[in-house]
C-alpha cells in the first residue's frame, strides 16, 4: 500500500514557476514508477508527466515538453514536478499515481496505476 499527497500548489502569474511535490507513505515506493495528471475545469484528466522507479527514464506530455521537469528522491519518499514558464491554460488540479508497473507502455493512462493522492490546485494568472 501506498499513500500519496501532494503540495505546493497556488497561484502565479503567467510565465511564473511553482514546483509541486508528491510525498508518499511506505517503504518500497523506489520500487514505484510514479506520473502527474492534471484535471481542468470542464476537461478530462490528461497526463502530465512520468518518471520510471529507478529515475533513469521520464516522459512528458507534449504541451509541457521542455518547461515541466520530473524527478524524484527515492530516499525521501517524494517525486517533484518543477514547472517553468507557465501559462493559463496549465491550471489544473494536478495529481500524483503510483503503480509497480507500466504494462505495455502504458504509462501515459490513468488505468496503469492504482494508487492517487488527492490532488492540488495550480492556478495561472494571465
Known amino acids: 500500500q501506498v499513500q500519496l499527497v501532494e503540495s505546493g500548489g497556488g497561484l502565479v502569474q503567467a510565465g511564473g514557476s511553482l514546483r509541486l511535490s508528491c510525498a508518499a507513505s511506505g517503504r518500497t515506493f523506489s520500487t514505484y514508477h510514479v506520473a502527474w495528471f492534471r484535471q481542468a475545469p470542464g476537461k478530462e484528466r490528461e497526463f502530465v508527466a512520468a518518471?520510471?522507479?529507478?529515475?533513469?527514464?521520464?516522459y512528458y506530455a507534449g504541451s509541457v515538453k521542455g518547461r515541466f521537469t520530473i524527478s524524484r528522491d527515492n530516499a525521501k519518499n517524494t517525486v517533484y514536478l518543477q514547472m517553468n514558464s507557465l501559462k493559463p491554460e496549465d491550471t489544473a488540479v494536478y495529481y500524483c499515481?503510483?503503480?509497480?508497473?507500466?504494462?505495455?507502455?502504458?504509462?501515459?493512462?490513468?488505468?496503469?496505476?492504482?494508487?492517487w493522492g488527492q490532488g492540488t490546485q495550480v492556478t495561472v494568472s494571465s
Open positions: 499515481a503510483a503503480d509497480k508497473s507500466w504494462k505495455s507502455g502504458s504509462y501515459y493512462l490513468e488505468r496503469a496505476y492504482d494508487y
Open positions: 518518471i520510471r522507479w529507478s529515475g533513469d527514464t521520464t
